[in-house]
């Protein structure tokens, strides 16, 4: 993975062949505030990347606008195609289309997880699926699984309501991984736990990249956090201030 | 804390300012049809007549009508109170007693009710022109019959305001104001075998009031007699409905594999007395459209027959006038229904925005959100209907079967009308889209 700004982009050249994603340029204003100023970013297969700074320096804006929640002002998003088919230039589809995309080719987990309170866990974690087209047993079947692989078998009737803070979180990764996406994006996926909790859920987030060829993306306050990824991008005012 | 800091906070803004809008428009809303639906009741009561038809149809009206109108003001108060759930906590962390953030709240949402009340009231100047439209015992309605006393004009919007208050009171005592947020406190409805059973005594004893009523009666028990059977009736629906409505939602939710069908049925299950309220004014419609427009049919049989002769001329302009009556309760009420899901559905999207960001990130289309919050609405909406439709054949077993036999245009008639009036929600709920839309592209989603 490389992360650079726009004068050192050249220089990763050398990488260009296998990124899975690739950002370039990206500018993003809300209203007076430059969220994002010529971002750009690249993801590898298998590999963890921390996104961290300070508060408002953009680090959630350049996750939103590479994972196509929102579209930049300017820049390219560009993701290479499953068995390198193609690519596809993300900041040029449409609203309902860059949808289907996310549903398609990413998974993501958030702070409070932003689980479905009114679904039971196995249905929050089934319903990307669902939304795919798959049908309810099938779908139902792989959620369990997933439940199981994440240590949480029996709790799938369970409301998000009725699961601890931690229990939450392993949900949310089950779910981000249902529809085996090729990035998985995390914004602050421990930011709510205490720290016994916040390890064993970073755990099982880094495990979702264990040999298999997705990225894993970790937007994080936390200092440990970073520490136990591939690399890490800083971010001020907008830019990517450094790599390690 | 000081009064001045409290109504700093309180000042509407952003989405609350969008809330505050819809406060208005439905006091206002309300307002204007309160003062047409008494203006007719006048109207009717006042016709030359000793026909007691009539006074039944004047007292009809007004009961049949305000009953939703004051679901329409109280549900609107009830919302407003509650949506300002983030400046509420942010009181009470600043050190404001739970009792006096209810107080600012009421206080809020009571002057809110009655600036609209106020823009309603001046709007019913119109009204008297408006409904000289129509014609009642043989002759169009004439302005100067249509005004109301001055007591009446004086007496109607304090008292919609009032209402407004309490119902804004009593919204509040259902959610918990605490320094960190503010909670709704959620019973999921019971329906045990003895409440059941009861439900079922009342609808039967109903039915037999129905069969035995007879204008011998004379017109206060009469009037008495039919408003207690209906409100029974309505009772035991507002009773068995939310269980219904929630045993079948669990039902579905179960099996489906459609997503938008899942999410709308386990939002269902989570309040189904809030779904049952939304469309309640729809089944109290429904109860009354289909013994009311049998009874038409039945009469209008009558009239284009040889047995015309066993009606006097009053029967007969009365039956023009009921015709007048069921067009203009039919018209009310869906009216105020969609008014009423339009404002829920709103005050929904932007209290939910979270977990529609949520379901938006993960990747479910718009339209697809869009169609589960529609599918939450027109599941509860068709059970009212059909529930009621039910209800009100078997209470009317005979009027119903007679207008199948002699006037099944008329029944078919009742059924068209009972369709637009679910296409009315859909279109309620479909107004709201751009709302989602909105918090789908705010800025802030972004952050």
């Known amino acids: 993975m490389s992360a650079t700004t726009d004068s050192q982009h050249s220089r990763a050249?050398?990488?260009?062949?296998?990124?899975?994603?690739?950002?370039?340029?990206?500018?993003?204003a809300f209203g007076q505030t430059q969220a994002l100023s010529k971002a750009c970013l690249d993801l590898y297969p298998g590999e963890a990347v921390a996104i961290m700074g300070p508060s408002g320096s953009g680090k959630s804006t350049l996750l939103h606008a590479i994972a196509g929640i929102i579209s930049a002002d300017e820049g390219k998003v560009i993701l290479r195609?499953?068995?390198?088919?193609?690519?596809?230039?993300?900041?040029?589809?449409s609203e309902a289309k860059r949808s289907a995309f996310r549903l398609h080719r990413f998974g993501f987990v958030f702070q409070q997880g932003m689980l479905i309170p009114e679904l039971t866990a196995e249905e929050n974690i089934a319903l990307p699926l669902l939304l795919l087209g798959s049908g309810r047993t099938e779908a139902v079947q792989q959620a369990n699984s997933g439940l199981e692989r994440l240590g949480l078998?029996?709790?799938?009737?369970?409301?998000?309501?009725?699961?601890?803070?931690?229990?939450?979180?392993?949900?949310?990764?089950?779910?981000?991984?249902?529809?085996?996406?090729?990035?998985?994006?995390?914004?602050?996926?421990?930011?709510?736990?205490?720290?016994?909790?916040a390890e064993e859920v970073l755990d099982a987030l880094l495990a979702t990249n264990d040999g298999a060829d997705r990225a894993l993306v970790i937007v994080t306050h936390d200092e440990q956090v970073a520490a136990r990824c591939d690399r890490t991008v800083r971010m001020l005012d907008g830019r990517i201030e450094a790599t390690r | 804390m000081s009064t001045s800091a409290a109504l700093l906070l309180i000042r509407p803004s952003g989405t609350s300012a969008t809330l505050t809008r819809l406060q208005l428009l439905a006091s206002g809303v309300t307002t204007l049809l309160t003062f047409a639906v008494i203006m007719l009741a006048i109207a009717f009561w006042n016709t030359p007549t000793n026909e007691v038809g009539y006074t039944v149809l004047a007292v009809s009206l007004v009961g049949l009508l305000i009953v939703p109108l004051i679901t329409l003001g109280?549900?609107?108060?009830?919302?407003?109170?509650?949506?300002?759930?983030?400046?509420?906590?942010?009181?009470?962390?600043?050190?404001?007693?739970?009792?006096?953030?209810r107080r600012i709240a009421v206080t809020e949402v009571t002057v809110i009710a009655a600036m609209g009340v106020?823009?309603?009231?001046?709007?019913?100047?119109?009204?008297?022109?408006?409904?000289?439209?129509?014609t009642v015992y043989g002759e169009p309605l004439q302005a100067a019959e249509l005004w109301l006393p001055w007591w009446l004009t004086v007496a109607i919007p304090p008292a919609l305001v009032a209402l407004a208050g309490i119902s804004g009171m009593l919204g509040l005592r259902q959610v918990m104001l605490s320094p960190l947020g503010v909670r709704t406190r959620q019973d999921v409805p019971r329906?045990?075998?003895?409440?059941?059973?009861?439900?079922?005594?009342?609808?039967?004893?109903?039915?037999?009031?129905?069969?035995?009523?007879?204008d011998g009666w004379g017109a206060v028990v009469l009037i008495i007699v039919l408003a207690v059977a209906v409100l029974a009736v309505m009772g035991v629906l507002g009773l068995v409905g939310p269980f219904i409505v929630s045993r079948l939602a669990h039902s579905r939710a179960r099996k489906t594999a459609d997503p938008t069908r899942l999410i709308a049925s386990r939002s269902i299950i989570d309040n189904?007395?809030?779904?049952?309220?939304?469309?309640?004014?729809?089944?109290?419609?429904?109860?009354?459209?289909?013994?009311?427009?049998?009874?038409?049919?039945?009469?209008?049989?009558?009239?284009?027959?040889?047995?015309?002769?066993?009606?006097t001329t009053d029967q007969l302009l009365m039956f023009a006038d009921a015709r007048t009556m069921v067009i203009a309760l039919v018209t009310v009420s869906f009216l105020v229904v969609a008014c009423q899901i339009a404002i829920t559905q709103t005050a929904a999207v932007i209290e939910r925005r979270e977990l529609y960001i949520a379901l938006d990130r993960i990747g479910m289309p718009a339209k697809d959100l869009n169609r589960s919050r529609r599918l939450r609405v027109t599941m509860t909406a068709n059970i009212a209907v059909i529930g009621?439709?039910?209800?009100?054949?078997?209470?009317?077993?005979?009027?119903?079967?007679?207008?199948?036999?002699?006037?099944?245009?008329?029944?078919?008639?009742?059924?068209?009308?009972?369709?637009?009036?679910?296409?009315?929600?859909?279109?309620?709920?479909?107004?709201?889209?751009?709302?989602?839309?909105?918090?789908?592209?705010?800025?802030?989603?972004?952050?």
Request: aromatic share 4%.
């Open chain 1, 81 to 93: 195609r499953p068995d390198d088919e193609g690519l596809d230039d993300i900041t040029t589809l």
């Open chain 1, 153 to 197: 078998a029996g709790l799938g009737e369970r409301r998000i309501g009725q699961l601890s803070g931690g229990q939450a979180q392993r949900v949310a990764i089950a779910r981000a991984l249902v529809t085996d996406p090729t990035i998985i994006f995390a914004d602050e996926p421990t930011g709510s736990l205490d720290s016994r909790t």
């Open chain 1, 13 to 28: 050249g050398a990488q260009t062949l296998d990124w899975l994603l690739r950002a370039e340029n990206l500018s993003k």
């Open chain 2, 191 to 214: 329906l045990s075998w003895l409440r059941l059973l009861a439900a079922v005594a009342v609808l039967g004893i109903a039915v037999l009031i129905m069969q035995t009523a007879s």
């Open chain 2, 74 to 101: 109280s549900a609107t108060a009830r919302l407003a109170a509650r949506s300002r759930d983030d400046r509420l906590a942010t009181l009470r962390l600043l050190g404001a007693t739970s009792a006096r953030v």
């Open chain 2, 118 to 134: 106020l823009i309603g009231t001046v709007f019913s100047a119109a009204l008297p022109f408006v409904l000289g439209l129509l």
């Open chain 2, 272 to 311: 189904p007395r809030t779904a049952w309220q939304e469309a309640s004014a729809l089944a109290l419609t429904t109860f009354v459209l289909i013994p009311a427009g049998s009874m038409l049919g039945y009469l209008d049989t009558i009239q284009n027959s040889a047995s015309r002769e066993i009606m």
């Open chain 2, 388 to 447: 009621s439709a039910i209800a009100a054949a078997v209470l009317a077993f005979w009027m119903v079967f007679m207008a199948l036999a002699t006037a099944p245009l008329f029944v078919l008639a009742i059924i068209i009308v009972l369709t637009v009036g679910l296409l009315l929600i859909q279109l309620g709920v479909t107004s709201t889209n751009p709302v989602l839309a909105r918090v789908l592209n705010a800025p802030t989603r972004g952050e």
